[in-house]
């Protein structure tokens, strides 16, 4: 018997490169109209530094609007226009259908002199900022917090300070316990001084940041993804979707010095805020002081942050009414997938919406 | 300064000849003394035996029965003297006439006694020579033997040849480069043994790469890191002095940190080299099992798919690893020191210069960082003072 199909191989070659050229004739066609993200209409209204807080415009009539306002935190290490990415699976789009008033922090760009932003700064400053913005807008003693991986942590820290003014907190795929053995950033960080990659570089630069990213899965991050590409441009939604994912991904602010200093030494490191040993502008971070209504979802395939570094939190809070979700999709999926429209999103609007 | 004195040369050239002359003379006076052949001296069989009992004869009655050869003697050492007289002021003080001995022939004696010497060395070398694999079990202390005998010949040579034609002043001196030349030999002694002490180890390691064995590449990567840290790695972190010490050490600082970097690089992906280099061969393995055991022939396709399940099922294993953590932060702390030091270096470089360095931007964002917190801490008293007089109305 034969034990290597020939004929078949090339025939696969074959129509595999007919779909690249075909998928080349697509690329320098499409228009940067096409694949721009953030779509939904947005107004700033509250500018610190680089940080912009943006309001959503409401989907509905202000009067249909749910009674809690929101405020997205999203990860400084991506843009927060990801939970908008492609019309057909916004995130942020599915909030606004329910009417919840969706607020959100865009970190902007930091730049050198925003290199010694400090991890007290961002939470008493620039959260607290944006939450008193918002209370004082919207009337409201309380609003709706939700943290995104790096932007959850920071909601957990600054809701365990300021419980009183946040009437339900949602975290996803957010890193709490850093002592896990099964995330390679978790491990790595241990074996490496942050204290010199800052002093090296000051605000460290995105593209170290991707780099390491990209290399934490190399052979799937740097050839098997572009080998699919390969098969799949032929298919100009496709295309398009791909090349609103590479942007977005590679869109990346460089970070702030001092706040990854701090960020990597008190949490990946120490593992304070789990310990309850983190301190924050003289304020003891005590995660059980969290008492509000809880909601943790996380990524069954999450590489960057693991389920195992998420769940914790459900334990670490006082909270009485928490739930939690598990989604069979990555870190990223949770937002791009074909299912964050229709499930995803409905099952946290829906949540937040029985809580406003 | 004539350093080409004439009157040198003309001394040379009539030292040359006068030697010539003598020797001529010797041969002549050899061959009358055997044509003279004493009465009642055995005969001799062979011209070898002729020549030694007539040097033997010749040596003995040199003063006596042949004051020709002791004359030629005489003559040369003369010739020579006059020739180092002539050539003062380039390489002999002026009026030198070299270290008293009892008489000349002890002069001689010592002279010719410096031919033992060489055949001394000869034997020295010939020895390591035959005793070289042993000498290899412990190379750094063959060395040293063979460095202290050399010395200790190079000295007999020198008290035997220099001493006569040297003023007791100058042959202390040569005595105390002698001594120099033996802490410089010391030094690189110690600096060379963390490499000498590692020579099996290094040959051992290129012939298990050669013979396909994968952990030979990282065990040779750490017996190199460890001998450039206990060699080159010193030298390059030393104290300097001076004026420029700082600058010194800040281009040797970058040095240093440049070859750690690479080495830390260089450990690192040998190791991971030799986990992808597992993985194919176990992957080749899987494939022919797969093409002999399977109904289905395998096309690329199936083969693309196993090779990248494979590949990145065993990078992520190695990850996972303390040995890959430490591979991996020994790398990204030597590349942040090597940064550093290069910025470091080019500020140096650009201080000169009328453009502001990244340290002074870094004041300077530091004082806006300051002034932006006051103005907000400022902001939130008036805003505070505001409420309280608003209260107050």
């Known amino acids: ?356 | 300064m004539d350093f080409f004195n004439r009157d040198m040369y003309e001394q040379g050239l009539k030292f040359q000849k006068s030697m010539m002359d003598q020797y001529l003379q010797a041969v002549k006076n050899t061959t009358d003394f055997f044509q003279r052949k004493p009465e009642g001296e055995e005969e001799v069989s062979s011209a070898y035996g002729i020549f030694t009992k007539a040097t033997e004869d010749m040596m003995k009655n040199a003063g006596e029965v042949n004051e020709f050869l002791w004359k030629s003697y005489q003559e040369s050492w003369d010739q020579w003297k006059k020739l180092f007289e002539s050539g003062n002021g380039f390489t002999l003080p002026e009026g030198f006439q070299g270290m008293p001995f009892e008489s000349f022939s002890s002069t001689m004696e010592h002279f010719l006694g410096s031919m033992s010497v060489y055949t001394k060395l000869f034997q020295l070398w010939q020895d390591m020579i035959r005793s070289w694999p042993d000498l290899m079990n412990d190379p750094a202390a063959a060395a040293a033997k063979y460095a202290d005998q050399s010395g200790a010949l190079i000295r007999e040579l020198a008290e035997n040849i220099l001493k006569p034609v040297m003023t007791e002043d100058v042959f202390s001196l040569w005595e105390s480069f002698s001594d120099l030349n033996n802490t410089v030999g010391g030094f690189f002694q110690d600096f060379a043994a963390p490499w000498i002490s590692r020579q099996d180890d290094f040959l051992s390691c290129i012939q298990s790469a050669a013979s396909g064995d994968g952990d030979s590449y990282s065990r040779y990567m750490d017996l190199l890191s460890e001998a450039y840290q206990e060699s080159y790695g010193k030298l390059l972190n030393m104290h300097g002095v001076g004026m420029a010490k700082d600058q010194a050490a800040m281009n040797f600082h970058l040095l240093d940190s440049y070859v750690r970097m690479m080495m830390s690089y260089f450990q690192m992906t040998v190791n991971v080299q030799k986990q992808l280099q597992e993985a194919n061969q176990n992957l080749w393995k899987d494939l022919q099992e797969k093409m002999t055991d399977s109904d289905k022939p395998l096309t690329f396709k199936d083969y693309y798919d196993m090779w990248i399940r494979a590949n990145s099922s065993a990078i992520n294993q190695f990850y996972f690893t303390d040995e890959f953590a430490t591979f991996l932060g020994g790398y990204a702390d030597n590349a942040y020191d090597f940064k550093k030091n290069w910025d470091e270096f080019l500020e140096k470089l650009l201080s000169a210069f009328p453009v502001p360095t990244d340290s002074e931007m870094k004041s300077v964002y530091k004082t806006v960082y300051d002034l932006r917190k006051e103005v907000r801490s400022l902001k939130k008293e008036i805003e505070a003072l505001r409420e309280e007089l608003d209260a107050l109305k």
């Open chain 1, 1 to 356: 018997m034969q034990m290597f199909d020939y004929q078949g191989s090339a025939e696969y070659a074959v129509k595999y490169m007919n779909g690249v050229v075909k998928g080349i004739e697509n690329l320098i066609n499409v228009r940067a109209d096409q694949i721009k993200s953030g779509e939904l209409e947005k107004t700033p209204v509250l500018t610190i530094g680089k940080m912009t807080l943006y309001r959503y415009t409401p989907l509905v009539e202000e009067s249909a609007l749910q009674e809690t306002p929101m405020l997205i935190t999203y990860a400084m290490v991506n843009k927060q226009y990801m939970m908008d990415l492609q019309p057909d699976r916004s995130v942020i789009k599915a909030f606004l259908e329910k009417g919840i008033d969706t607020y959100i922090i865009d970190w902007g760009y930091p730049a050198k002199e925003d290199m010694y932003i400090t991890l007290e700064d961002v939470i008493e400053w620039y959260m607290d900022d944006c939450v008193e913005y918002i209370r004082k807008a919207s009337g409201k003693e309380q609003i709706t917090l939700l943290g995104v991986c790096q932007g959850g942590t920071f909601s957990a820290i600054y809701t365990a300070i300021h419980q009183d003014k946040i009437k339900n907190f949602v975290s996803m795929v957010t890193p709490i316990d850093f002592s896990i053995e099964d995330g390679l950033l978790f491990k790595w960080s241990r074996y490496y001084s942050i204290d010199k990659m800052v002093d090296a570089y000051g605000n460290v630069p995105a593209d170290l940041m991707n780099t390491t990213f990209v290399l934490l899965k190399p052979f799937e991050l740097l050839i098997d993804k572009y080998v699919g590409f390969g098969a799949g441009m032929s298919d100009p939604e496709y295309l398009q979707n791909f090349l609103r994912t590479e942007n977005w991904i590679f869109d990346s602010p460089d970070q702030t010095g001092e706040l990854l200093r701090e960020f990597v030494n008190d949490l990946y490191v120490d593992n304070k805020l789990m310990k309850g040993e983190l301190v924050i502008g003289g304020k003891e971070v005590k995660l059980e002081n969290i008492t509000c209504p809880l909601l943790v979802i996380c990524a069954k395939y999450d590489h960057l942050v693991p389920p195992s570094s998420t769940k914790p939190l459900l334990e670490a809070v006082s909270s009485t009414d928490k739930d939690f979700h598990m989604f069979d999709v990555g870190h990223v999926g949770i937002y791009i997938s074909p299912n964050s429209k229709n499930e995803i999103a409905p099952i946290i609007g829906d949540w937040i919406v029985e809580r406003s």
